[in-house]
């Protein structure tokens, strides 16, 4: 017999400490505030000082990043108030493309806009993330269809009291109770969910009516669950998954498209990287032009001053003329000054590289090299631009470009895509009807794996027999009255589709509109670059013949024409050169119109080995930034360094441990540079002759 009284007690005392328990726990192991002493409060509601300091203070993580570069040892910038000693890097444009992508696990841009959005910058990785994205990806679209195996174990002690009036000693029973499931399933590419799967049940009952006291019951069984309309079929369930929604839609087809459309745009990133470096180059090259260009005007003038200043010491000169010449000498001085370290700011497009002088040109260049900002060496393209007319075929231009443009294969991908996503709304809109079948054995007996003579020993051994077997065969059917959710993702996947297919056709006449500006923009730069030419010629002659009667006494030649002779001189040379510059711009403008630039700049994509320096835990190691963590057993680490001065820079890698990823190149002896005139010309030096000399 059970004492209800005694039962009742502790069931009254397990149920105080429960509550006393909980109380402690959701109050945070003290006392709320009005049961606290008086003296115990040291803040009023009003005082929030010091949460607030807490709370607002500025960190900084806790990170290591291993770095392949030390930034922080850089050398200062040139300027003109300490230009350095200049080594020139006579650098061609074949190696520049060579170091850009050898440094470039961040595909960098001439603008600089990797600080104001660092989520937005297309690297290297990122078609292998999102081939790998656990929520998204290939494998994580592949992963629906595993096998997957779940086994789960519960025991349970049952002791009640029934009110019956039978007997006085039947009045409560005692069981103990064991289940037990060892289940397999598997999604097949058609939807198909087949399922074997084991349930063994002990049960001990204190009933007298029970052959044994305790008894096993094992079950095995096969299940098999086929849709017939809504979600069957190879091609929607590679489409959509086994588990798609209305709208939400994760098969494989789908998976790859996004790798596809990630492809895609790492492939556009590489061409504008491409495009900046050999905007950037040449722009370098009309830098130094244009500063010898200003260079020989500056020396004509300085010469033109010394003779009007020897005339008016001699005493047969004239004030105004040495004013005058003086003048011009420093007017042109402060073009020199500007050509060789002027400012220039980035300005997107093809033609016209951005203004500025030599040093602001090459530290961008640099920039998109991956190369720090002074290395001790001044680089110096190495290669002349073209001056061939090209002829170009316009019909078989805009095939090309309407084929090999990556903004147009990127967007019919999305409408794939779309196409894709129509096609398994559609089977939304059928009623869900699964056809259905199980089969089973069952055993039962004493106990689960004995054998012997004796009827109903081992429950394992009378499944074995199979002389208890079972079978179900149906069918389950159900449809939402009316379909609205159905038809509503049809209606947007057909919306979305539409859409996408319009954008197509306006990218379509945006990039024949731009080959047939490239084009044009390309004839306009040839023939201004043959007319500066030839005005350059003119201008050559007119100065040697003005220069050659000035010098001989010539009373119509006064210094003003002579001056203006020589700026004439000057500007027109870097008139012409600029065109030039334009004109092989124009040409990378027409590659790129027309998808092929990457060809022209023998430049090729394709599935590397998995990079050595992805962050994982054996590289954390080797580069002694932590241990491997015990996920099971240990504490969260520190995450904040908290604060400290910020100006203060530790590289958590040696300065001079630089990985074989880098490209630095050694300089080249300096060729000098030949123009089209067949005149030699050397590219002036940095240091400049001193008025005084």
């Known amino acids: 017999m059970i004492n209800r009284q005694s039962m009742s007690l502790r069931f009254r005392r397990w149920a105080i400490r429960f509550l006393i328990g909980n109380i402690v726990l959701v109050s945070g192991c003290h006392l709320p505030r009005e049961l606290r002493p008086r003296e115990q409060i040291r803040f009023r509601d009003d005082d929030l000082n010091h949460y607030q300091l807490v709370a607002t203070q500025i960190e900084y993580p806790k990170v290591c990043v291993p770095g392949k570069l030390a930034v922080a040892d850089t050398l200062p910038p040139r300027t003109l108030l300490r230009p350095g000693d200049e080594e020139y890097w006579d650098l061609s444009l074949e190696e520049a493309f060579k170091i850009a992508l050898a440094n470039s696990a961040v595909l960098r841009d001439a603008g600089g806009r990797l600080l104001d959005a660092p989520a937005a910058a297309p690297t290297r990785f990122d078609p292998a993330i999102f081939d790998s994205d656990p929520r998204g990806g290939t494998e994580a679209a592949l992963s629906e269809f595993d096998a997957q195996l779940a086994l789960s174990m519960m025991w349970y002690k049952d002791d009640r009291v029934y009110n019956s009036a039978l007997t006085e000693s039947i009045s409560g029973t005692s069981a103990e109770r064991a289940l037990g499931q060892l289940e397999l399933s598997k999604t097949t590419a058609t939807g198909t969910k087949i399922y074997v799967r084991n349930i063994t049940d002990y049960v001990q009952f204190n009933s007298l009516f029970t052959r044994f006291p305790s008894a096993y019951n094992t079950i095995v069984e096969t299940e098999i669950r086929h849709p017939i309309l809504q979600g069957a079929g190879l091609a929607f369930n590679r489409i959509a998954g ?6 939400v839609y994760n098969g494989v087809v789908l998976a790859r498209i996004n790798t596809d459309v990630s492809l895609a745009d790492l492939e556009r990133a590489v061409i504008n990287l491409a495009r900046d470096v050999e905007q950037s180059y040449w722009a370098l090259y009309a830098g130094y032009r244009d500063l010898d260009a200003r260079v020989a005007a500056r020396n004509s003038a300085l010469q033109t001053w010394r003779s ?10 004239d004030v105004e003329e040495e004013s005058t010449a003086r003048e011009q000498y420093w007017l042109l001085q ?9 400012s220039t700011t980035y300005t997107a497009g093809f033609l016209s590289p951005a203004p500025g002088g030599i040093l602001a040109r090459e530290a961008q260049l640099r920039q998109l090299l991956g190369l720090p ?21 316009w019909d078989q231009c805009v095939r090309e470009a309407l084929t090999r443009r990556v903004e147009l294969r990127r967007q019919r991908w999305i409408i794939k895509r779309r196409e894709m996503e129509l096609i398994a709304s559609r089977n939304f809109l059928l009623p869900r009807l699964d056809g259905v079948a199980q089969y089973r054995w069952f055993g039962f007996g004493d106990d689960l794996f004995a054998k012997n003579d004796t009827p109903f020993s081992g429950a394992w051994d009378t499944l074995a027999d199979g002389n208890f077997q079972e079978w179900e065969l149906g069918f389950q059917y159900s449809v939402p009255v009316g379909k609205r959710l159905g038809h509503t993702g049809v209606r947007n996947a057909e919306l979305q589709l539409a859409r996408d297919r319009a954008i197509l056709r306006d990218q379509e006449s945006l990039v024949v509109y731009q080959l047939g500006d490239a084009l044009a923009q390309l004839d306009r730069t040839y023939q201004l670059s043959r007319a500066s030419y030839n005005r350059l010629e003119a201008a050559r002659k007119t100065l040697a013949e003005v220069q050659k009667k000035y010098d001989a006494g010539w ?5 003003d024409r002579l001056l203006q002779a020589i700026q004439r001189v000057a500007e027109t040379e870097v008139d012409y050169y600029r065109y030039v510059v334009d004109y092989n711009l124009g040409i990378v403008n027409m590659y790129a119109s027309r998808g092929a630039l990457l060809d022209y700049s023998q430049v090729s994509l394709s599935e590397g080995p998995w990079p050595t320096d992805a962050y994982n835990d054996v590289d954390i190691h080797s580069a002694g930034c932590g241990r491997r963590f015990n996920y099971c057993l240990e504490q969260p680490c520190n995450v904040s360094a908290g604060a400290y001065d910020q100006h203060q820079y530790a590289s958590p890698i040696d300065s001079e441990d630089l990985t074989s990823e880098e490209v630095r190149p050694t300089p080249s002896p300096g060729p000098t540079t030949t123009t089209p005139d067949s005149t030699t010309i050397e590219t002036p030096a940095i240091r400049l002759p001193d008025v005084t000399e």
Do not use: K, M, Y
Request: glycine share 12%; net charge negative; hydrophobic share 35%.
């Open 308 to 317: 009007t200043r020897n005339r008016l010491e001699a005493g047969a000169g």
């Open 334 to 342: 402060a073009q020199v000054d500007n050509a060789l370290s002027g």
């Open 555 to 559: 009373g119509i030649v006064t210094l």
């Open 373 to 393: 900002p002074n290395d001790g060496r001044l680089i110096r393209p190495a290669d002349e631009p073209s001056t061939v007319l090209t002829v170009w075929d």
């Open 242 to 247: 086994p588990n798609a929604a209305p709208g």
